[in-house]
C-alpha cells in the first residue's frame, strides 16, 4: 500500500532539472534536491553541476563515507526514479567499497605515513644545508633539485590530505598548511581543479586536466574549438594554437616541466578573482607564507646566477610529476560530454592508465601508479592501492572491460604517439581524424 503512494519521476523529466538554482540527482532511486546545498557542497559547485539531473549512487558512493547518508534525508523532495535499476558492475563496484569499508581501508593510514613525513623532512633539511653551508656551483644546483624532490613528495602528501586520506586531519588548517604554506598552490583552486578531473575523467569538455589549448591536445576533437565547462570559455583553435600543437610531441617536456607556474597562476587567478572562495584570506595569507620562506631560501645563495639556477632547477624537476598525471591520462580514452552517472565504473577505468613498478618504487609515484584504484576509490589511503588493484583487475576481466596498465617507458610511447598523432592531424586541418 505505502508504494503506492509514492511518486514517480521519469529519467529524462529527472533531466530537466540540471542547473543552479534547479538542481536535482537520484541516488539509489530517491530523487533529492540539492539546489540550495550548491553553494556550500564541500567538494565545491562543479561536480553537482556536472552530474545534474542524473542517478549518481556509484559517483556519490566513491566519495563520501557511510556517515554521510544520513544527511540526505533532509533533500529529498519525495519522488523516486521510475527506471531506476543497477547495473552488474554497479553491484560489484558497491560490493567492494561496503568491503573495503568493513574491513576499515579507509581509515588505516599505515605506519608508512611516518617514514614519508621522515623522508620529507630530510630532503627540506639537506637542501637548506646544502644552501647555507655548502660552496660551489653543484652543491647549490643539487639543493635546488632536492626543494623539487621536496615538492613533489609532500604534493603527494597534499593530495592524500585534500582526499581526506592522509596522516592529517581534514582540517583547514592542515590543507592550507600542506599546499599554500609549503608547496605554494591553492588548496581551494587544488580541490575545485582536482574534484571536476575526478568527475569527468577524460571528459575534453568538463576535465580541466586534458585541456591545454593552446599548447598541447590529446584530440583532434579540440581542433573544433570545444567550450570548456570548466573554465567557462571557448577553448580556441586558432592559428597559434595549430603552430603550437603541429609540434607538440617535441615541446611535451618543456611544458610539463613548467607547469607548476601555471598552477602559481591559476591559484592567484582564483583567490584574486570574484569566485565565491571559502576562507580567501587564509589562502593567501599561506601563500604569501610560501614565498617568504622560498625567496629567503634563494637570497642566501652567493649570486643571482646560481639564485636563476636554482629556481630553474627546483621548478623544472617537478616536471616529473606532471609528467606521471599526464602518463595516467592522455593517452586513454577521451569523450566529449558531460559525464554521465550509470556508467561510473566503466569511465574511471577506460580513462584512465596505471603504471607498473616494484612496490619499493611506490614513494617515488605517490599513488599514481594506481590511478584506476585511485579513481574508483578516492579515499582509499595510497598505502592500500597495491593491496586491492588484483581485485579491480579481476572486477574488469568478470566484466569484460579493459584494465589499462604499462611500464613508465610504455606508458611515454604511449603517450608520445597520442601527441604526435594530433600533431600531424593539425598540421593538415582538411583532413582531421578522431582520435577515439
Known amino acids: 500500500m505505502a508504494s503506492e503512494t509514492k511518486k514517480y519521476i521519469s529519467t529524462d523529466e529527472l533531466k530537466n532539472h540540471d542547473k543552479a538554482g534547479d538542481l536535482w540527482i537520484s541516488i539509489q532511486g530517491r530523487v533529492y534536491d540539492v539546489s540550495d546545498w550548491l553553494k556550500d557542497h564541500p567538494g565545491g559547485d562543479f561536480p553537482l553541476l556536472s552530474l545534474a539531473g542524473q542517478e549518481v549512487t556509484d559517483a556519490f558512493v566513491a566519495y563520501h563515507p557511510a556517515s554521510t547518508w544520513q544527511n540526505l534525508d533532509k533533500f529529498f523532495n519525495g519522488y523516486y526514479l521510475k527506471e531506476y535499476r543497477v547495473s552488474e558492475v554497479s553491484k560489484d563496484y558497491r560490493k567492494l567499497v561496503f568491503e573495503f569499508s568493513k574491513m576499515g581501508l579507509f581509515d588505516k593510514k599505515g605506519h608508512i605515513v611516518f617514514v614519508t613525513m621522515l623522508f620529507i623532512a630530510m630532503l627540506l633539511t639537506m637542501s637548506v644545508y646544502g644552501v647555507l653551508f655548502c660552496e660551489g656551483v653543484l652543491a647549490h644546483l643539487i639543493s635546488g633539485f632536492l626543494v623539487g624532490i621536496f615538492w613533489m613528495q609532500f604534493g603527494w602528501v597534499g593530495h592524500d590530505v585534500g582526499h581526506y586520506s592522509g596522516m592529517f586531519s581534514s ?37 580541466p586536466d586534458i585541456q591545454y589549448v593552446p599548447f598541447l591536445v590529446v584530440s583532434s576533437k579540440f581542433f573544433s574549438s570545444l567550450t570548456s565547462h570548466f573554465y567557462e570559455k571557448t577553448l580556441t583553435f586558432d592559428s597559434l594554437s595549430r603552430f603550437f600543437v603541429s609540434h607538440q610531441h617535441w615541446t611535451y617536456f618543456p611544458v610539463m616541466c613548467s607547469a607548476r607556474l601555471n598552477m602559481f597562476v591559476q591559484s592567484l587567478i582564483m583567490l584574486l578573482s570574484k569566485k565565491n572562495v571559502s576562507h580567501r584570506g587564509q589562502e593567501l595569507l599561506g601563500l604569501i607564507m610560501f614565498w617568504m620562506w622560498y625567496s629567503l631560501l634563494v637570497s642566501c645563495l652567493p649570486n643571482w646566477g646560481e639564485r636563476i639556477m636554482f629556481i630553474v632547477a627546483s621548478h623544472s624537476v617537478t616536471g616529473i610529476q606532471q609528467l606521471m598525471f599526464s602518463f595516467n591520462h ?34 617515488f609515484h605517490g599513488g599514481t601508479q594506481f590511478q584506476i584504484e585511485h579513481h574508483l576509490f578516492p579515499r582509499l589511503p595510497r598505502y592500500h592501492l597495491r593491496r586491492v588493484s588484483p581485485l579491480v583487475m579481476e572486477l574488469c576481466k568478470k566484466h569484460n572491460l579493459s584494465y589499462n596498465c604499462a611500464s613508465f617507458y610504455e606508458a611515454y610511447k604511449r603517450t608520445f604517439k597520442t601527441l604526435r598523432t594530433a600533431a600531424l592531424e593539425a598540421r593538415d586541418l582538411a583532413n582531421p581524424k578522431n582520435l577515439e
Not at 340 to 353: A, H, I, P, R, Y
Open 171 to 207: 582540517s583547514r588548517v592542515a590543507l592550507i598548511v600542506a599546499a599554500n604554506c609549503i608547496s605554494g598552490i591553492s588548496i581551494g583552486w587544488w580541490k575545485w581543479n582536482h574534484n571536476a578531473h575526478h568527475i569527468a575523467c577524460n571528459s575534453l569538455e568538463y576535465d
Open 330 to 363: 592522455f593517452s586513454s580514452n577521451v569523450y566529449v560530454g558531460k559525464p554521465g552517472g550509470n556508467d561510473w565504473f566503466e569511465k574511471q577505468t577506460s580513462g584512465s592508465l596505471d603504471i607498473s613498478c616494484p612496490s619499493w618504487m611506490d614513494w
